[in-house]
């Protein structure tokens, strides 16, 4: 599997930006993934941002980022989103999407066996 990760950039605080994942698999097998987006400050451990089941139908969110970012999947276009609102300078970090092999969603790291590359988005105060 591999994941193509985009949609990063520079924003100023209070914007929003829309991110993407495009998973390189069939449709059939898109589904069979959980899907995350995580991110890594300079410095900083990697943390989840996001989580979503096969089926959209339940999702997590880490504390922070609840009720400013939403995640979304497309099945049929193999590909899951990341909507950022009401961003902060502390949002700043390198992106990435993650598929794991489970029908639920799941919350380490170690869960998930597919990493995109990364995409960066920056936050100006």
């Known amino acids: 599997v591999q994941l193509q990760a985009y949609g990063g950039g520079l924003v100023q605080a209070g914007g929003s930006l829309r991110l993407s994942c495009t998973a390189s698999v069939s449709e059939r097998s898109f589904s069979s993934y959980v899907m995350g987006w995580f991110r890594q400050a300079p410095g900083k451990e990697r943390e989840i941002v996001a989580a979503i089941n096969w089926n959209g139908r339940t999702t997590y969110y880490a504390d922070s980022v609840k009720d400013r970012f939403t995640i979304s999947r497309d099945n049929a276009k193999n590909t899951v989103y990341l909507q950022m609102n009401s961003l902060k300078p502390e949002d700043t970090a390198v992106y990435y999407c993650?598929?794991?092999?489970?029908?639920?969603?799941?919350?380490?790291?170690?869960?998930?066996?597919?990493w995109g590359q990364g995409t960066l988005v920056t936050v100006s105060s």
């Open positions: 993650a598929a794991g092999l489970s029908m639920r969603v799941v919350i380490p790291t170690q869960e998930y066996d597919y």
